[in-house]
């Protein structure tokens, strides 16, 4: 179940994931505040979710920044083709979608990469989906998991609600996708760890 977050903001949601203590969710949602500003126009949905990772920051950021390489940790996703030369903001993915979900094809704009902030966000400008106007950010912050390094990430998005569905029904399909993302982030970020151990003071 996705529990509602903030009685003005119904439409943004955390997964059930987040139900930890008071400077947890406070930590969360103001990282929520300062980094995830989306506006949702009155046909549109958007909502948060948030994982936590077994894993130092730099290695799950190094999985999310991968723009050009999505593959690496996202299930759905069976191929990649970057427009062009450069990673750079404004570059364009070409992305094919595994079956099993409805569609075949996404074409992806890189709208943001901070590397300092640990900032990515993307946005669909075309491909044989649903999902119009969507536009997403993920961000990843560094936080101690049973005394080890750890790491926050919380995604965000708002879309346009297709016709003959309705916000709510638009929220669960987009964040099912997103929680199957975020499992395997954390999955594929935790083996990494595992090959690759750090000291429990790195960051």
């Known amino acids: 179940m996705v529990g509602l977050v903030g009685g003005a903001a119904r439409s943004w949601r955390l997964s059930d994931e987040a139900a930890g203590g008071g400077g947890a969710a406070a930590t969360e949602a ?3 505040r300062r980094l995830h500003g989306h506006a949702p126009a009155e046909n549109q949905c958007t909502s948060a979710l948030v994982k936590h990772i077994k894993a130092p920051v730099h290695l799950v950021w190094s999985l999310v920044r991968s723009f050009d390489q999505p593959q690496r940790y996202k299930p ?3 191929r990649c083709v ?20 409805p569609a075949t094809t996404s074409t992806e ?4 990469l901070d590397d300092d902030e640990h900032i990515l966000s993307v946005k669909f400008v075309g491909g044989d989906h649903r ?10 912050h560094p936080e101690s998991i049973d005394g080890r390094p750890g790491t926050l990430v919380i995604e965000s998005f708002v879309v346009d609600v297709p016709d003959g569905n ?9 964040e099912a996708v997103i929680k199957c993302n975020l499992t395997s982030l954390a999955e594929v970020s935790e ?13």
Do not use: W
Request: some cysteine.
């Open 30 to 32: 103001e990282h929520m």
């Open 76 to 78: 759905f996703v069976s």
């Open 82 to 101: 970057l427009r062009g030369g450069d990673l750079e903001i404004g570059s364009v993915r070409e992305v094919n979608v595994k079956t099993g979900l």
């Open 109 to 112: 704009r890189l709208e943001q």
């Open 131 to 140: 999902l119009r106007n969507y536009s997403s950010i993920i961000t990843v």
């Open 166 to 174: 309705t916000k709510d029904e638009t929220c669960y399909f987009v």
């Open 191 to 203: 083996r990494l760890a595992v090959q690759s151990p750090t000291s429990p003071l790195e960051q």
